[in-house]
C-alpha cells in the first residue's frame, strides 16, 4: 500500500459525513481494523462538540482547555493547518484518520503537534494496569448506574447489591463477578440465559468468576453486541472503559428491540417517496428514530428537523415540540419562545417526560451539551413508551428468520462495520461480504480491487460481489450457479449459501490444529471427535450424525460439555427429555454452559430441539475449539 505524501495526498480525501466510514480512501481503512475506527469516531466527536462532521478553531480550543492547556489563536491556527489538507479552514474526519494513519506508520510523531493533541484530550483520564489512557464520561456512568439501579431493583440476587452509587466508581466494582452483566443481559433479551448457570453462592473463587464473565461475554455476543476487545479478565479486573462501552451496548439493544416494523407496523408510515420496504428494513434504529422524530414534527408544522442527537436537540424546540404532539393531554405545549435560557427550556423538556414516565437517561446538562448517546437513549424511550403512531392497513411484513438473524448476529460479532440490519439489503453492494471474508481470512481480499466511495452504481456493486464469489472458490466453497449478480439481487438462498459457508469455514479455521496431518477438517470429523470425547468421559450417549433424532433433548451435548470440563456441569438439574418443556430447559442450560466455559455460541434452544443441523455443527465445533 503506498504511503500518503504529508504533504499532499496521493488520493483525494472526500469530506466523509460522521456517519460515513464507508466514504474513507481505501489506504486508510485498510491500515486500522473497524473496531479502531468506530474508537477513533467516538473520539473525533468528543472535539466536534457541535456534531458538525467538522473540527474548528474554537472546538480544537475547547478540547485543548480540557487537558489543562490554553493555547493562544496562532498555535491553534498552527495546529489546524497540519491537519487540514483540503484547505476548509476546519479538520475533518479523514484528515483526523490521516494524521493518526502517519503516526502508525513512522510519519508523524504523536509527541507534537495534532496528533499530541488527540493522543493527550480525553473527557476523562484514566490508567489502566499497563498504564495505557482510556476515557469515558462522567454524565453516561451516572446515567447508566441510574438505569441499572431501577432495571433491576427487584432481582432476588442482584437487588442487595443496589443502589448503586452513580456518583463514584461503585458500579464498576459491581461488575466484576459477571452477575450483574449476567442479569442486566437477561432484562434487555429475556431467557438469553439459563440464569441456573450463573455462579451466585457466595463466596466466589476465580473460577467461578472466570465463568460468570465469560457467560457474560458469549451471551452479550450472541445478542448482537461487539465484544472483539473485551475478555474475561478485562471485566475481572474492572476496567472503567470497557465495562461501560459493554454497559451501553447491552442497554442499547434492550432500548432498540422494540423498534422495527414487526413490532410496530406503523413505521411504514416514515418512508419517504420512492421507497420500498426494503429501505425502512436496512435502517438501523437510530436513523428510523430520527425518522420518527420528523414525522412528529412534520405533522406539528414545525419548520425544523433533527438530523442528530446532539446539536440539532441542544435548544430543546424540537423536543418541546415532540412531546405535546405525541402527547397532547399530559405535555404543555411549547415554551421556547418565552425564554432563551437553554437550561430553563430543557427543564421544561423533562418535566414533561415526567408527565409520560420517560424522564430516563438526561439531565437538563444533558441536553444542553448534545451528549448523543444519552440523548438517543432518551429519544428511544419516548418512542417504546409513546409511538403515537396511527395503525395502517394491513401491510405484508418480511420477518426475519431464525438463521438469517443468527447470520446477521454472527457477522456483527466480527466487529464489521457499519453493522448488518437487514441481510440482504446490506450485503448487496459486497463491501460488508468481503469485510466478512477478510475477517474470517486475514488478508485474503486485496481492497485496491474494490469499490468502496458510496454511493455505488449497479456495475460497481455486482463487481464487487463478484470478486466475493472468486474468494469462496478460492476458500473452496460450493458456489455452483451463484454469481454476484445473484447477491446484489438480493437473491435469499444464494445469500445465505455464502454465508453459511463463510460462518462454518470461521469454525473450522478454529479446529484445524486437531486435523489429521492437518488435512482439511470434515464434518465426519468433527462428529468422530466428539463421540470419541464423550465414551471416553464414562458416558453412555452418542449420535450418528447431526441430523440424529436424539440430539432433541440435548442430553448428548450436555454428556459433551461435562468430558470437556466436568466442573461446569451439574446433571442434578438436567431433564430426562421426555417433554417439550423439559427439552427446551435442557436446550438452554446447554447453550448457557458452553458459554460460559468460553464457546461463542449463536445456536437457539429451538435449534437444538428441532435438531437444525446446521447450528449443531458450529455448537459441536465451538466445543472442539475450546477443548484445544
Not at 305 to 326: A, M, P, T
Not at 500 to 519: D, E, P
Amino acid at each position: 500500500i503506498p504511503t500518503p505524501s504529508l504533504s499532499t495526498p496521493t488520493v483525494p480525501l472526500p469530506r466523509v459525513s460522521i456517519e460515513g466510514m464507508e466514504s474513507l480512501p481505501p489506504e486508510l481503512k485498510v491500515s486500522f481494523s473497524d473496531a479502531e475506527l468506530k474508537e477513533y469516531l467516538d473520539l473525533f466527536n468528543e472535539f466536534d462538540i457541535d456534531g458538525n462532521g467538522s473540527i474548528t478553531n474554537i472546538e480544537l480550543d475547547t478540547a485543548m482547555r480540557r487537558i489543562g492547556e490554553k493555547p493562544t489563536k496562532q498555535q491553534l491556527q498552527t495546529l489546524i493547518n497540519e491537519v487540514d489538507l483540503d484547505h476548509s479552514g476546519t479538520v475533518e474526519f479523514n484528515e483526523f484518520i490521516w494524521i493518526l494513519d502517519a503516526v502508525r506508520r513512522g510519519k508523524k510523531s504523536d509527541s507534537t503537534g495534532f496528533a499530541r493533541v488527540v493522543k493527550q484530550a480525553q473527557v476523562n483520564r484514566l490508567q489502566s494496569a499497563t498504564g495505557a489512557t482510556h476515557s469515558f464520561s462522567d454524565e453516561e456512568k451516572e446515567a447508566f448506574v441510574e438505569y441499572i439501579n431501577n432495571a433491576l431493583k427487584t432481582d432476588p440476587i442482584v437487588k442487595k447489591r443496589l443502589p448503586i452509587n452513580p456518583s463514584n466508581m461503585d458500579v464498576f466494582k459491581a461488575c466484576r463477578d459477571g452477575i450483574l452483566l449476567c442479569k442486566l443481559i437477561n432484562h434487555s433479551v429475556p431467557k438469553t440465559i439459563d440464569e441456573r448457570v450463573i455462579n451466585t453462592k457466595e463466596p466466589l473463587n476465580t473460577f467461578h468468576v472466570t465463568e460468570n464473565n465469560n457467560l457474560c461475554i458469549n451471551s452479550a455476543k450472541a445478542i448482537g453486541c461487539n465484544v472483539v476487545n473485551i475478555g474475561w479478565k478485562d471485566l475481572a479486573e474492572g476496567k472503567e472503559h470497557l465495562i461501560l462501552g459493554l454497559l451501553w451496548q447491552i442497554i442499547k439493544i434492550g432500548l432498540f428491540a422494540q423498534i422495527n416494523l414487526a413490532n410496530h407496523p406503523g413505521l411504514v408510515r416514515l418512508l419517504e417517496p420512492g421507497e420500498t420496504l426494503a429501505d425502512l428494513l436496512k435502517l438501523p434504529p437510530d436513523q428510523i428514530l430520527l425518522r420518527w422524530f420528523n414525522y412528529h414534527l412534520r405533522n406539528a408544522n414545525h419548520p425544523r428537523r433533527v438530523h442528530n442527537f446532539s446539536s440539532d436537540i441542544k435548544d430543546s424546540e424540537c423536543y418541546q415540540v415532540l412531546l405535546h404532539q405525541i402527547a397532547p393531554k399530559e405535555c404543555s405545549p411549547p415554551n421556547y419562545q418565552s425564554t432563551k435560557d437553554m437550561t430553563s427550556r430543557a427543564n421544561f423538556v423533562l418535566t414533561n417526560a415526567d408527565k409520560i414516565n420517560c424522564r430516563k437517561f438526561v439531565t437538563a446538562r444533558d441536553i444542553v451539551k448534545g451528549n448523543s448517546k444519552l440523548n438517543l437513549a432518551f429519544v428511544a424511550t419516548i418512542f417504546n413508551t409513546c409511538p403515537a403512531l396511527d395503525p395502517v392497513e394491513e401491510v405484508e411484513l418480511p420477518v426475519e428468520t431464525r438463521e438469517e438473524k443468527q447470520f446477521r448476529i454472527w457477522m456483527n460479532s466480527l466487529g464489521i462495520m457499519p453493522q448488518v440490519n437487514y441481510l440482504y439489503e446490506d450485503l448487496k453492494d459486497g463491501v460488508v461480504l468481503l469485510k466478512v471474508f477478510d475477517k474470517v481470512k486475514p488478508g485474503i481480499v486485496d481492497w485496491r480491487k474494490v469499490n468502496v466511495n458510496q454511493p455505488l452504481s449497479v456495475f460497481k456493486k455486482v463487481e464487487n460481489c463478484n470478486y466475493a464469489v472468486v474468494l469462496g472458490k478460492q476458500l473452496k466453497f460450493s458456489l455452483v450457479g451463484i454469481g454476484g449478480k445473484d447477491i446484489t439481487e438480493g437473491h435469499k438462498m444464494f445469500t445465505l449459501a455464502i454465508i453459511w459457508q463463510l460462518m462454518r469455514y470461521h469454525m473450522v479455521s478454529l479446529v484445524k490444529g486437531l486435523s489429521k496431518g492437518g488435512a482439511e477438517v470434515t464434518d465426519r470429523d468433527i462428529l468422530d471427535w466428539a463421540n470419541a470425547k464423550v465414551k471416553s468421559a464414562g458416558k453412555g450417549s452418542a449420535i450418528s450424525s447431526f441430523r440424529d433424532p436424539s440430539l432433541k433433548d440435548a442430553r448428548f451435548l450436555i454428556d459433551l460439555l461435562a468430558a470437556v470440563s466436568p466442573q461446569s456441569v451439574n446433571y442434578e438439574i438436567v431433564n430426562t427429555g421426555i417433554s417439550v418443556d423439559d427439552r427446551m430447559l435442557n436446550a438452554n442450560y446447554a447453550i448457557s454452559v458452553a458459554r460460559k466455559m468460553g464457546a461463542s455460541i449463536f445456536a437457539l434452544p429451538e435449534d437444538i430441539i428441532e435438531v437444525k443441523q446446521k447450528m449443531i455443527l458450529m455448537f459441536v465445533g465451538a466445543i472442539m475449539a475450546l477443548a484445544q
